[in-house]
């Protein structure tokens, strides 16, 4: 009797990919995981900046002004404004009359003041608002060869002035700190000029202006510039005052006390060059002090 032969028939072969061991699919599991990576990584290896971002969802309401945006507008702002007429007595000293007088037309003054200078030296002293508007002027109408220290106390506002500063490059650098720190630590003719750009009663501020013009900070031929509100004088003015008749410094004491302090502080060294009434929400005081020798 024949035995019957088992036939051994050819293993099918499986369609489809062949299937991987554990390494292979965590290797590709890894790499699915950093393919953008990889792929940026590769393009810059080819020298193709082709970044893959996705974009940023759109922001509701107006659009975020840039700083140079809000520095036209509020200089657009500032040419257009109603002019207000100064009212001062006529027989004020030292005082040019105008009927007319602005804040701006204030920059224009110490631009011209900074201008006929004769300063060896480019450092400025200063109390800059966030805009930096007057500095900028004096950067581009007189030389751009200045350099400038600035003192801010409030903290909101010297971090916008510290990101203005940085996104126009301009040469200033930035104390978050009181003037007076930087007046007492200041050597003699170490400023070419001082910005004082106090815009408060000079009561309050009357130390820093005796400190700056004793200890001759500024250089010979340099310039104070001081900005003072004229609406209440303070104690300190009233005294400066006392024994001058009523007649005489009638609305003008801030003028006469700022007179006193120059002539008693400077030593001879000092003349008051210009002042100017204005409004700017209250009654103001622009002042340029001149140091002659």
């Avoid at 000293?93 to 602005?102: A, H, K, L, S, T």
Wanted: aromatic share 6%; with cysteine.
């Amino acid at each position: 009797m024949k035995t019957l032969e088992l036939i051994k028939l050819p293993v099918l072969k499986k369609r489809g990919r062949p299937r991987l061991s554990d390494d292979e699919k965590a290797k590709r599991l890894e790499f699915r995981k950093n393919s953008q990576r990889a792929k940026k990584a590769w393009l810059t290896r080819q020298n193709k900046n082709q970044a893959i971002e996705t974009p940023a969802p759109k922001k509701r309401g107006r659009p975020r002004l840039s700083d140079e945006e809000k520095t036209k507008r509020l200089e657009l702002r500032l040419k257009n404004k109603k002019p207000i007429i100064a009212k001062i007595p006529t027989n004020a000293p030292n005082v040019d009359w105008r009927e007319r007088i602005g804040k701006e037309i204030g920059r224009e003054i110490i631009v011209e003041s900074v201008k006929i200078s004769k300063t060896k030296g480019r450092k400025i002293l200063t109390l800059p608002a966030e805009f930096c508007i007057l500095e900028k002027k004096v950067l581009a109408e007189v030389s751009d060869n200045f350099q400038f220290v600035a003192c801010e106390m409030d903290g909101g506002v010297f971090a916008r002035l510290q990101k203005n500063i940085k996104n126009e490059n301009l040469p200033i650098a930035a104390h978050h700190c009181k003037i007076e720190e930087i007046i007492n630590k200041a050597k003699a003719n170490e400023y070419a000029h001082a910005f004082l750009d106090y815009c408060q009663t000079l009561t309050k501020h009357h130390e820093d202006l005796e400190k700056t013009l004793k200890n001759n900070i500024v250089q010979r031929g340099g310039t104070i510039v001081i900005t003072l509100t004229t609406r209440c004088g303070g104690y300190f003015v009233k005294n400066l005052v006392k024994n001058i008749p009523d007649e005489a410094k009638h609305k003008r004491e801030s003028l006469i006390a700022l007179n006193v302090v120059v002539s008693k502080y400077g030593h001879g060294n000092y003349f008051i060059e210009k002042m100017h009434l204005y409004r700017d929400g209250a009654p103001m005081l622009l002042a340029v002090i001149r140091r002659i020798k």
